[in-house]
Every structure is written in structure tokens, then in C-alpha cells.
């Protein structure tokens, strides 16, 4: 069982060299069970029945090409934003992979792999990026930002660290209801400075609501580095100042995520309370469409890094084990590209939203002011012709 900041509370050490060796960008305080050569630690390795193992790497490699998918969208002006987790597929899928269907679930906007392993369906997501009448909230929110009540997938929303308080409040009716649901919300290593984390955990660690913190902390918030953003050396040790345990992992090795979210998880449901998870990890692609990293980003760690992949490392430790090899890799890939495919085609061709969808949802009965304004638009709409889809850009 992974230790926790209560048991051990080792800060970073400096990892860089003058040896001439290769400089290693890894903390070393990270919980890891695979080493650098990608094999398990025996005495740390979890057990995972296979069909679980490969419905992991299988979600990771569809959230990889669904990420590919979105920004290529963006890059042919077919949609006019995307917000890729390239590199952050092990956390999205080690922390999914541990929750049951009752479980809430408060994403942020970097974590598609968690609604495709909720079984959130591939084309109401591409709905949502072109924002039509497909889309769960018929246009009405920003791209990426999903939304399946269903599957208790709370909508996702800009405003940084917003969730991790909404993630409180469900896990304490949960705690005051009995019913052993689970609450887990992510936010990144920016978030961690918002009024809003410092609420929420507040909350949960005086109420011990069963709630799990995910920060994944990919060392920059768009632009901002981490050591700009925070003087702590580790985000996990937040989780002393409120009463948790916090543990920090090696966000690129899935089993290790997988463990220390198990961990937490089992604690949470038998009333222990919370726990922070810090996953470290480096954001491998432009924070959004809009950004390009190449003129803030260390070079040297992004190639450190990337020589790190997390889905080839889980690829390594399958094929360990025998469960994987380079034939069914090439079918996974093509079988996942043909899903893609299928999905945009039918997502694309669907009608933009009804303009009366501007006013309905808003109260279960519209208002006098709202029937006033949706008169006064399509009355607006009869003089100018049917209003069209004219959004080419995008401002962030
Ligand atoms: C309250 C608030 N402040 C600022 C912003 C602008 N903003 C959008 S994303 C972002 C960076 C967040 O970084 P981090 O929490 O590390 O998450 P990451 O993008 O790395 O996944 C900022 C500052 C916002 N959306 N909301
Ligand atoms: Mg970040």
C-alpha cells in the first residue's frame, strides 16, 4: 500500500547533475511501482485482472487519439477550440478505473479520458466541440466542457477550482445520507492556489467527507511555471495544513496512480475521510489550441519527458506479462480511428442548436422577461433571414 504524507514527508531533492549524465527532471519523492526501464516493483505491484489492465490501456490510447482527433479539428477551422491532455492519459485512467458507476465525478477541462472510461458517448462529445444541436447543452457551453448527468459526470467549468467545492458538497450529502458514494474532483497545479481549493478541502478535511483531490500537477499553468505559481516543494504536503493525507505519484506510471488511488478510494468509502493525490506529470501539449508552449516551456525537461510516455510504458509492462504485443497495437489503433472517424462524420453534419434554445432550461417555465427577449429574436430573425453558425475564431 502506497505511504502517505502522514508516514513520510520527504521534500524533492535537486535532480539535476554536472556529470555529464542525463539530467533527470523526475522528483524523487514520487510513489512509482514501474522503474525506468518500465518493470514493476513485485512488492508493489498491483493486482489487476487483465480484462481491467487492458480496458486501462485501451482508454488511454483512445484518449490519446481522441485528443490528436480534437486539435486536428481545431487546425482545419472545422471547430474553433480544443483543449488537449496529451501526457496525462495514466492519470485520467489509474483514477477512473478505480470508481464505481455510483461514484460523482468533478472533472476539469483536461480530462476527456475520464469521460470516455465513464463510457460518455464519443459523439455527444464531438457535439459538444462544434457546439450543435447534438451537444447535452445544445451549444450553450464552451468546447470540451462535457456534461453527462447520467453518468454523474458534473459539467465541467472554467473558472479554475470551482469543482473542488461542488465535490465537497456532494461527498458531505453523501456522508449525511449514508450512501457511500464517492466524490473525486481534479483540478491542476494552478488551481491549487484558488480560494476555492483552500475552501474545499477546508471543508473536507473538518468534516471528513469521503472525497478524493486529484492535482495533477503538470508543472505549468498555461504559461506559468510551478515554481512561480507556489513555495511549496510539494503540492501532496497541502494536505497536512488540512487534515488529510496527501501522497504524491508518478503521473505518468498508471499503476502507481492506480494504487494510490485504490488507497484513497477504499478510505473514503469506509469513512476515513479524504485524501489528496498530487500526480506529477508535464503538460505535453499547448495549453488550448490558442497557446504555443514552444515560447515558455524547458526544452529540456519536455524531452525528458517525453521519453517518459505513459502509454508506452503501461505498452512495456503488458507486454511483460504477455497481454499486449505490436498486432493487436496496430488493430487497437486502426479500430479506435475508425470509431473517431464515424463519430466526427455523424457529429459534423448535425443542425447548429434552435435560437429558441437560448431560452429554454433556463427555468422549468420561462419567465415573462425571457418569453419577452425570445419574441423580440425571432421577430429579429423573420426581418434578417435565419440566423447562420458564424463563429470561424475563437478568443481564448
Ligand atoms: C478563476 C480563474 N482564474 C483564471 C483563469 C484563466 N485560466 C484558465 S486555465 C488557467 C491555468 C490553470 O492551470 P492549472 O490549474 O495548472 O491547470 P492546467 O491548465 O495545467 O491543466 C488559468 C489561469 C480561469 N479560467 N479561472
Ligand atoms: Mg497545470
Not at 512488492?43 to 485501451?58: G, V
Not at 477551422?77 to 461514484?103: H, M, N, W
Not at 493525490?277 to 490558442?290: D, K, N, Q
Amino acid at each position: 500500500m502506497p505511504s502517505t504524507n502522514k508516514e513520510k514527508s520527504k521534500t524533492a531533492k535537486k535532480t539535476s547533475n554536472g556529470s555529464g549524465k542525463k539530467t533527470s527532471y523526475l522528483r524523487e519523492d514520487l510513489y512509482r511501482i514501474l522503474n525506468d526501464k518500465n518493470v514493476a516493483d513485485p512488492k508493489k505491484e498491483p493486482k489487476i485482472d487483465k480484462e481491467i489492465l487492458l480496458a486501462m490501456y485501451r482508454n488511454m490510447v483512445r484518449t490519446r487519439l481522441y485528443d490528436e482527433r480534437g486539435m486536428m479539428l481545431q487546425r482545419q477551422g472545422r471547430i474553433g477550440f480544443y483543449v488537449p491532455s496529451f501526457g496525462q492519459e495514466a492519470i485520467q485512467t489509474g483514477t477512473a478505473a478505480c470508481l464505481k458507476k455510483e461514484d460523482w465525478i468533478f472533472p476539469s477541462y483536461r480530462e476527456p479520458g475520464v469521460f470516455l472510461y465513464r463510457g460518455a458517448s464519443i459523439v455527444s462529445m464531438f457535439c459538444n466541440l462544434w457546439g450543435n444541436s447534438g451537444d447535452v447543452c445544445k451549444g450553450r457551453q464552451m468546447p470540451v466542457h462535457y456534461s453527462f448527468a447520467d453518468l454523474k459526470l458534473f459539467s465541467v467549468s472554467s473558472p479554475i477550482a470551482t469543482q473542488v467545492i461542488q465535490a465537497v458538497g456532494a461527498s458531505l450529502a453523501s456522508k449525511i445520507r449514508k450512501t457511500k458514494e464517492l466524490a473525486v474532483t481534479y483540478c491542476g497545479d494552478g488551481g491549487t492556489s484558488e480560494t476555492d481549493f483552500h475552501t474545499g478541502l477546508t471543508f473536507a478535511g473538518a468534516m471528513k467527507t469521503p472525497t478524493v483531490f486529484i492535482v495533477t500537477n503538470n508543472q505549468y499553468a498555461i504559461s506559468v511555471p510551478l515554481h512561480k505559481q507556489t513555495g511549496a516543494k510539494r503540492l501532496a504536503d497541502k494536505a497536512i495544513g488540512y487534515g488529510m493525507p496527501g501522497i504524491a505519484v508518478d503521473g505518468n506510471d498508471v499503476l502507481a496512480v492506480y494504487s494510490a488511488m485504490k488507497d484513497a478510494e477504499k478510505r473514503a468509502r469506509e469513512g476515513g475521510g479524504p485524501t489528496l493525490i498530487e500526480a506529477v506529470t508535464l503538460r505535453m501539449g499547448p495549453h488550448s489550441s490558442s497557446d504555443d508552449p514552444t515560447r515558455y516551456r524547458d526544452e529540456k525537461m519536455y524531452d525528458f519527458w517525453k521519453g517518459r510516455d505513459p502509454i508506452v510504458r503501461f505498452s512495456d509492462y503488458l507486454k511483460s506479462k504477455k497481454l499486449w504485443d505490436d498486432k493487436k497495437e496496430k488493430a487497437l489503433h486502426s479500430e479506435i480511428k475508425e470509431e473517431l472517424a464515424e463519430a466526427v462524420e455523424k457529429a459534423e453534419k448535425m443542425a447548429i442548436p434552435d435560437v429558441t434554445d437560448l431560452f429554454s432550461d433556463v427555468y422549468a417555465e420561462k419567465t415573462q422577461q425571457l418569453l419577452r427577449q425570445e419574441a423580440e429574436l425571432l421577430k429579429e430573425q423573420e426581418l434578417r433571414g435565419k440566423f447562420e453558425n458564424t463563429s470561424e475564431a475563437f478568443p481564448l
